[in-house]
């Protein structure tokens, strides 16, 4: 009898979280799977709010081993902890708990994770599996903006990586800060040098990347150094300046009860935006928090990443805010300061046609054109770079093409007008242990970008690209461009070594860089999906040495070498699961396509 009541239990506490989900679905504040958890869960989950992501996590792992635990709690710690590894960028440890999560079909995953691991599977080109996730929740996330544009996307995926080759006029080349290992972000010109955020990775002290970075300055003759004056200790930025450089309004720490620019220890960390101005004799003076003029209660919200626009009368902020009354996640908005009357007027979003469910972020005005970045619009996945124009209510956003973005997280863009270069932050880099981390990117395209027309597939294809050669059902994830500037590499399997046949591709691709020897030579390492990827990343760097080491020989300066190596994320084919069997002759013919190294000749004068 007892295990009839324990059975209709769970089928009523079922049926219950099945009724929620379509409110879960729609709006995760808070996750229904959080709001009555006790004990040790609870204590991880205020853990996490306040990101002390170690000490979550230690509890978490501990807290999945003990016995007697409800399954809802279960799922809840799992769930929990692939937030964790999410926020952390560890996405192999977040992939892999998702995977595990999903399969649990008793409980349905909030809106946030259905989305953000499709993004996840998506980077790593498991884009069969991505469609899978995205066809189970399509009923019940059948009114989310941002869902529906992932699965228009993850369905246009192939036909968006057979296009890539229209821009290979474009390329963009990373900014060496020269700080390995770290996560930077916030470019921006300021004087005759640049400002960026930096956060140094350590994986044996998990902290937030995004709420603990400091500001540095960079100039030609003093080199990196912290930006000078500002009194708080982390989240120095991203800043905006006015007034000829003279005042600066930028994003910081905020902890309700502690005061300012304390470590959190009982409540949330929130952003916010402070202003200061240069005192006589060059110090900035001490921050005011101008937040707490736009909304009653601004210290339960964030609000961040300011963009300033002054005139004679008003100065006006754009930021990010997850404040309420918006479309969901975190909005794009503004606010105006009058002079006359020393007062900031309240906030307006900047509607639908820009701000989603997803999040909107990093905007930059100049003039009449917003730059901004969003996983909430049309893209490729993940972040998105996008560019608006703020005197065309409604209109479109226009979607940057590649290899501006990816699916990888592309954001934080500045125009340097004088020099015609964009500079963008982007993970679209592999580290060891799959943990991936925002680097700088420049580019100078040499018409206007607009011009290239729209870079995401209106319609749908029945059938995906695959190659012309072949009846089976494999596909193209990349097209290159049939060009004698771009070559193909292939490598047996667990192998590195470069053979003579594959040499003579190399020595043509060779003759044609000398016919101007001040391009690059671009090298990238690949792997199949055999292994393990953290075997898989030293494979493809050894790949792509190989190649390095042969054109070295050749006569190419070491400086005009550009490698890099992805272990096994970025396959060219993947095998189409019809009936959810493999066939592994089939298989073998796609893992031979993805062990390679692609090398190609860069439109790029290392000496810009």
Same mark, same amino acid.
């Given at each position: 009898?007892?295990?009839?009541?324990?059975?209709?239990?769970?089928?009523?506490?079922?049926?219950?979280?099945?009724?929620?989900?379509?409110?879960?679905?729609?709006?995760?504040?808070?996750?229904?799977?959080?709001?009555?958890?006790?004990?040790?869960?609870?204590?991880?989950?205020?853990?996490?709010?306040?990101?002390?992501?170690?000490?979550?996590?230690?509890?978490?792992?501990?807290?999945?081993?003990?016995?007697?635990?409800?399954?809802?709690?279960?799922?809840?710690?799992?769930?929990?902890?692939?937030?964790?590894?999410?926020?952390?960028?560890?996405?192999?440890?977040?992939?892999?708990?998702?995977?595990?999560?999903?399969?649990?079909?008793?409980?349905?995953?909030?809106?946030?994770?259905?989305?953000?691991?499709?993004?996840?599977?998506?980077?790593?080109?498991?884009?069969?599996?991505?469609?899978?996730?995205?066809?189970?929740?399509?009923?019940?996330?059948?009114?989310?903006?941002?869902?529906?544009?992932?699965?228009?996307?993850?369905?246009?995926?192939?036909?968006?990586?057979?296009?890539?080759?229209?821009?290979?006029?474009?390329?963009?080349?990373?900014?060496?800060?020269?700080?390995?290992?770290?996560?930077?972000?916030?470019?921006?010109?300021?004087?005759?040098?640049?400002?960026?955020?930096?956060?140094?990775?350590?994986?044996?002290?998990?902290? =937030?990347?995004?709420?603990?970075?400091?500001? &540095?300055? #960079?100039?030609?003759?003093?080199? /990196? *150094?912290?930006?000078?004056? @500002? $009194?708080?200790?982390?989240?120095?930025?991203?800043?905006?300046?006015?007034?000829?450089?003279?005042?600066?309004?930028?994003?910081?720490?905020?902890?309700?009860?502690?005061?300012?620019?304390?470590?959190?220890?009982?409540?949330?960390?929130?952003?916010?935006?402070?202003?200061?101005?240069?005192?006589?004799?060059?110090?900035?003076?001490?921050?005011?928090?101008?937040?707490? =003029?736009?909304?009653?209660?601004?210290?339960? &919200?964030? #609000?961040?990443?300011?963009?300033? /626009? *002054?005139?004679?009368?008003? @100065? $006006?902020?754009?930021?990010?805010?997850?404040?309420?009354?918006?479309?969901?996640?975190?909005?794009?908005?503004?606010?105006?300061?009058?002079?006359?009357?020393?007062?900031?007027?309240?906030?307006?979003?900047?509607?639908?046609?820009?701000?989603?469910?997803?999040?909107?972020?990093?905007?930059?005005?100049?003039?009449?054109?917003?730059?901004?970045?969003?996983?909430?619009?049309?893209?490729?996945?993940?972040?998105?770079?996008?560019?608006?124009?703020?005197?065309?209510?409604? *209109?479109?956003?226009?979607?940057?093409?590649?290899?501006?973005?990816?699916?990888?997280?592309?954001?934080?863009?500045?125009?340097?007008?004088?020099?015609?270069?964009?500079?963008?932050?982007?993970?679209?880099?592999?580290?060891?242990?799959?943990?991936?981390?925002?680097?700088?990117?420049?580019?100078?395209?040499?018409?206007?970008?607009?011009?290239?027309?729209?870079?995401?597939?209106?319609?749908?294809?029945?059938?995906?690209?695959?190659?012309?050669?072949?009846?089976?059902?494999?596909?193209?994830?990349?097209?290159?461009?049939?060009?004698?500037?771009?070559?193909?590499?292939?490598?047996?399997?667990?192998?590195?070594?470069?053979?003579?046949?594959?040499?003579?591709?190399?020595?043509?691709?060779?003759?044609?860089?000398?016919?101007?020897?001040?391009?690059?030579?671009?090298?990238?390492?690949?792997?199949?999906?055999?292994?393990?990827?953290?075997?898989?990343?030293?494979?493809?760097?050894?790949?792509?040495?190989?190649?390095?080491?042969?054109?070295?020989?050749?006569?190419?300066?070491?400086?005009?070498?550009?490698?890099?190596?992805?272990?096994?994320?970025?396959?060219?084919?993947?095998?189409?699961?019809?009936?959810?069997?493999?066939?592994?002759?089939?298989?073998?013919?796609?893992?031979?396509?993805?062990?390679?190294?692609?090398?190609?000749?860069?439109?790029?004068?290392?000496?810009?």
């Amino acid at each position: 009898m007892k295990q009839i009541y324990l059975k209709l239990f769970f089928s009523l506490l079922f049926a219950l979280i099945m009724l929620l989900s379509k409110t879960v679905i729609a709006a995760d504040h808070p996750p229904v799977y959080f709001k009555n958890i006790k004990g040790q869960l609870a204590k991880a989950y205020r853990l996490y709010q306040i990101q002390e992501y170690e000490k979550s996590e230690r509890i978490l792992q501990k807290y999945r081993r003990a016995s007697g635990i409800l399954p809802m709690d279960v799922f809840a710690s799992k769930l929990l902890l692939a937030r964790i590894y999410l926020e952390m960028k560890e996405y192999g440890s977040c992939i892999a708990l998702y995977q595990s999560i999903a399969e649990d079909k008793k409980f349905p995953l909030p809106a946030k994770d259905v989305s953000d691991y499709i993004d996840l599977l998506r980077r790593t080109g498991a884009i069969t599996e991505a469609i899978e996730i995205a066809d189970r929740y399509s009923r019940l996330m059948s009114g989310d903006v941002r869902f529906n544009h992932q699965l228009h996307s993850l369905k246009t995926y192939y036909q968006y990586k057979g296009m890539r080759g229209n821009n290979d006029k474009l390329y963009a080349d990373t900014v060496n800060v020269g700080m390995p290992g770290s996560y930077i972000y916030g470019f921006q010109l300021y004087k005759d040098g640049f400002l960026f955020l930096a956060n140094k990775l350590d994986i044996t002290n998990r902290k =937030s990347l995004y709420v603990n970075s400091k500001l &540095y300055q #960079f100039t030609e003759e003093e080199g /990196i *150094k912290p930006f000078k004056g @500002m $009194r708080n200790i982390l989240q120095h930025g991203p800043v905006s300046f006015y007034n000829n450089d003279s005042a600066i309004v930028f994003t910081d720490n905020q902890y309700k009860n502690t005061g300012f620019g304390y470590r959190p220890y009982q409540q949330r960390n929130n952003l916010q935006l402070y202003t200061s101005h240069i005192k006589k004799g060059g110090r900035w003076s001490k921050p005011v928090r101008i937040t707490r =003029s736009f909304i009653k209660q601004a210290h339960r &919200y964030s #609000f961040m990443h300011p963009s300033v /626009i *002054k005139t004679d009368s008003v @100065m $006006r902020v754009y930021f990010a805010s997850d404040m309420p009354g918006g479309y969901g996640g975190a909005d794009l908005y503004f606010a105006d300061y009058q002079y006359k009357k020393k007062k900031w007027n309240s906030p307006v979003n900047l509607g639908r046609a820009i701000n989603t469910n997803g999040d909107e972020l990093y905007p930059e005005v100049r003039q009449d054109t917003l730059l901004f970045s969003s996983n909430g619009l049309l893209g490729y996945g993940g972040q998105d770079l996008f560019m608006a124009s703020l005197t065309e209510a409604g *209109k479109a956003p226009f979607h940057f093409p590649y290899p501006i973005n990816t699916q990888f997280d592309d954001i934080s863009m500045t125009n340097d007008n004088a020099n015609g270069m964009l500079y963008f932050s982007s993970n679209r880099t592999t580290e060891p242990e799959l943990i991936s981390l925002e680097q700088v990117f420049k580019l100078k395209p040499d018409m206007p970008l607009t011009a290239l027309g729209s870079s995401i597939p209106e319609h749908i294809d029945k059938q995906p690209v695959r190659p012309s050669d072949s009846s089976n059902e494999i596909f193209d994830l990349i097209v290159p461009p049939v060009s004698k500037r771009y070559k193909t590499i292939c490598f047996p399997f667990n192998l590195y070594a470069l053979n003579d046949g594959e040499a003579k591709h190399l020595d043509g691709l060779y003759q044609e860089w000398t016919n101007d020897k001040r391009d690059m030579i671009c090298i990238e390492g690949h792997t199949d999906q055999t292994g393990t990827e953290t075997y898989n990343v030293k494979l493809s760097e050894l790949r792509a040495m190989a190649i390095r080491k042969y054109l070295l020989k050749k006569g190419v300066p070491d400086h005009q070498l550009r490698t890099s190596w992805y272990g096994s994320v970025r396959p060219v084919a993947a095998v189409k699961f019809d009936d959810g069997k493999l066939n592994k002759a089939e298989a073998e013919r796609v893992n031979a396509l993805n062990r390679r190294t692609d090398a190609f000749i860069c439109k790029f004068n290392a000496n810009d």
